[in-house]
Each structure stands twice: as structure tokens, then as C-alpha cells.
């Protein structure tokens, strides 16, 4: 397969991150073509091809791709299809093969479809990233999780409503040109100034509102479609959103062959490798942490993974690596400790290592911390949005009125430290 002469099909998944991504991987020389949306016919053609036992997010992937090539807009003799696997007993390692068997039932078995693995499961001559291009990448991810950060906190509290999106899209074209062609300074200088543009949006400082975190399967997460547009649905119940960094996902991987080397007692070279890939990832990650905390606006930074990992072993072990594993405990240990309680844990239906690692540690946690309010949520193709609705307004309402119960004990500390000083007058 020539590069120049193939597209290269992306489902989509993290639209800030994958807005970058595609710029990133154009400028090294592949036509990849972003598939941004998804519909209700998406799901219906990924159901041809895709069993519904299956996961949510292989039928939407599928969807989108098979979409694509009955649209008429490729050639399919000049264009491949992309999609990542995580390796290990999670059935997105089955992704390839389903969209393989649904590319040919189709009636496009020329088509090639291309595995992005660190796992090493599949080889692809034609699709080789240089450490230029893996840069780059990083890069992108880096970008696209400020700006994530960025975007939900100032929405959430702006003055003026608007300016956080139009700064939103200001950033978003510097950014797809500082990944692709920027030095680590000139890297390093835009973080900053991104973050000062964003300090200059005014916020209402008399809301107090209720912050969410999500976490859950990569796919649905992220994926606006995916999780019913959870995060547009919790904006506008008067929560603010907080999102996981991309990033952390992409270190849990690396950092996976480490943690397997240490616990079977084999795999030296591996586990170098990826402590050597994990101090590269934090090298360059380390602007976004220093601006974000010089901030006044209360950012979540982003996390040292093995200190995530230490404390998801309060929980488990960190041999849990099949899908999310012990990462997506960690998650939920780093938002409560970080002050954000209220937590929603979105999954696939039937994503057995998800719902292991998700809801399955849900009463341990609530056991450590007491104040947990966790709310775990699935997602399918026959899925009730009111069902859905109804269990993220209940975690809600223990939110608001965790919240009231807050504002009060502050009120009646400031009431008892006045009366005090009236007392010594």
C-alpha cells in the first residue's frame, strides 16, 4: 500500500484530540480523512454488519466505516480503513477482524484495514510512524487535553457567553500548526499562552456548581454520540464537566509494559522502553502542568501515571489490564481526591473487563470514600436515553444537595468565626 496514493479512513472517537491528530498525520505524508459524525443510520449499518452482542463502540466504528465506502466519496481501490487495538482480552482487540469480515461482506475486499497497536499484534509495512511523526502526535494529544481542560472549566462560568468557544477555535487552527512545525521552545511558549488567553475570560464567581467527572470505556467517554451527548447534558443541568486526559490512557498503555515485566519477572528490554517512552511523554507534557498550575482557576493537572497506579492499588492490582483496567479505578480515586465526588461511569453493555474495574469497584471505593457519589451508566444500541437520563439526574441531585449541605457548614463557620471576633471587641 503507497501512502501518497491511498486515504486512510479514521473513525472518529475524541473529537478535540482527533481534530489534531489528523493534522498531524497529513503533514507526515498520509491522507487520512476524519470521519466526524455518527447518526442513528450509523448504528443501523453497523448492525448489518456487526452482531449486537458485540460492544457498542465496534458497531459504531464499523458504521462509520462501511458509511463511508457505500457514500461514493472514495475509491476503494485507493483507500484503507484505520483502527487501533488494545491487545489482551478486551473485544476491541476484535475490532480488526470485525471490520475486516464486514469490509468484505460489503462488497469491498480490496479495501485493506490497517491495525495502530503498541501491542504488537499486527505489522504494517505501509503505516510505519518515525519518531518525528510519534512527536508530533504526542503533541496533538497534549493540545487537545488543554484545550479540553480549558474549554469545560471557563464554559461552565463565563460572563459572556460565547467567548470560550470562539477562543476554543482560535486555539484549535494555532495548534494544528504548532504540532505539526513547532521546537520544543516554541512548543513549550504556546502552551503558556494558551493558558493566559484563557485566564483572561471573566467568570461568574458567584456560581457554585457541582463538578462531574466521566469516565469509563475509552470509546464511549469521549464519543459525543456515543454517551448521548452527556457532556452537552450535564452543561446544561448546571454541573461543570470534568474530562480525563487523553493522555493518561496513551501512558497506562506504555506504562503497562513495565508494570507486566515487574509483575512476571520477565520483558527487561519492554519495560525499559516504556519507562524510557513515559519520561519523554512527561518531558513534554511538563509545560501543561506548570501553566495549568500557575492558573487561579482550579484546573485538575494532569497525573504522574504511577502514582496513579499506587493508588489504584488500594483497590486492585494492577495486573488488570484487559480494557481500561486499573486505570479506570485510578480515575475515579483521582477525581474524589482532587474534590470531585460526583463521578459518572459510562460503559458499553456487557463490557465485561469495563464493568469489572468500573462497577464492579464501585462499593470499595464508596468504602474508602465515604463521599463517592458514582453513578454507573451503560450503552448500547437498544439503550433507553430516559432510563440513561434518570440515573445521571439522580447522581445530580446527590451532587446539589451535597453542595447546599456544603454552602451551609461554610456559612455557619463564618457566622461562629464573626461572632468570635465580636466577642474579643
Not at 8 to 26: C, D, G, N, T
Not at 186 to 212: G, Q, W
Request: aromatic letters at 8%; glycine letters at 6%.
Amino acid at each position: 500500500m503507497n501512502k501518497n496514493k491511498y486515504t486512510i479512513l479514521v473513525p472518529q472517537m475524541a473529537p478535540i484530540h482527533f481534530e489534531l491528530l489528523e493534522a498531524s498525520l497529513k503533514s507526515s505524508g498520509y491522507n487520512v480523512k476524519l470521519l466526524r459524525t455518527c447518526t442513528n443510520d450509523t448504528v443501523s449499518t453497523g448492525l448489518k454488519y456487526v452482531n449486537n452482542d458485540s460492544c457498542y463502540p465496534s458497531i459504531l466504528t464499523t458504521g462509520q466505516l462501511i458509511e463511508a465506502l457505500e457514500s461514493g466519496k472514495y475509491d476503494p481501490d485507493r483507500t484503507a480503513v484505520i483502527m487501533s487495538q488494545t491487545g489482551g482480552g478486551c473485544r476491541a482487540t476484535n475490532y480488526i477482524g470485525f471490520i475486516r469480515k464486514a469490509v468484505k461482506d460489503a462488497g469491498f475486499p480490496q479495501v485493506p484495514v490497517i491495525s495502530f497497536n503498541v501491542a504488537g499484534l499486527e505489522k504494517n509495512s505501509a503505516f510505519k510512524l518515525s519518531f518525528k511523526t510519534f512527536i508530533k502526535l504526542i503533541k496533538s494529544i497534549i493540545y487537545g487535553d488543554l484545550l479540553q481542560k480549558l474549554v469545560n472549566k471557563n464554559k461552565a462560568y463565563e460572563v459572556n457567553k460565547g467567548e470560550t468557544e470562539a477562543l476554543y477555535n482560535e486555539w484549535l487552527c494555532k495548534c494544528k500548526k504548532l504540532a505539526v512545525k513547532s521546537s520544543y521552545r516554541e512548543f513549550k511558549k504556546s502552551i503558556f499562552s494558551m493558558v493566559n488567553d484563557f485566564e483572561k475570560i471573566e467568570l461568574d464567581k458567584t456560581l457554585t456548581k457541582p463538578r462531574v467527572g466521566i469516565v469509563g470505556e475509552i470509546l464511549i467517554k469521549y464519543h459525543p454520540f456515543g454517551n448521548n451527548y452527556i457532556e452537552e447534558y450535564l452543561n446544561k443541568e448546571g454541573a461543570e464537566v470534568v474530562m480525563p486526559d487523553f493522555m493518561g490512557f496513551v501512558k497506562y498503555v506504555v506504562a503497562n509494559q513495565a508494570i507486566s515485566g515487574k509483575l512476571l519477572k520477565k520483558g527487561k528490554l519492554k519495560s525499559a522502553v516504556s519507562k524510557i517512552g513515559i519520561n519523554i511523554i512527561n518531558r513534554i507534557e511538563k509545560a501543561s502542568k506548570t501553566a495549568l498550575s500557575k492558573s487561579s482557576k482550579g484546573y485538575l493537572l494532569p497525573a504522574d501515571i504511577w502514582h496513579l497506579e499506587s493508588q489504584a492499588q488500594k483497590v486492585l492490582s494492577s495486573g488488570n489490564q484487559t480494557g481500561e483496567g486499573w486505570f479506570l479505578t485510578a480515575e475515579m480515586i483521582e477525581y474524589i481526591e482532587n474534590d470531585i465526588p460526583n463521578i459518572v461511569c459510562v460503559q458499553p453493555f456487557a463490557c465485561l473487563p469495563n464493568h469489572i474495574v468500573g462497577k464492579g469497584v464501585i462499593k470499595t471505593i464508596r468504602n474508602l470514600y465515604p463521599n463517592a457519589n458514582i453513578s454507573a451508566i451503560d450503552y448500547d444500541p437498544g439503550s433507553s436515553a430516559s432510563n440513561q437520563i434518570n440515573r445521571i439526574k439522580l447522581m445530580l441531585t446527590v451532587a446539589n444537595d451535597n453542595l447546599d449541605r456544603e454552602k451551609r457548614k461554610m456559612v455557619h463557620i463564618l457566622i461562629e468565626n464573626k461572632e468570635k471576633e465580636t466577642v474579643k471587641i
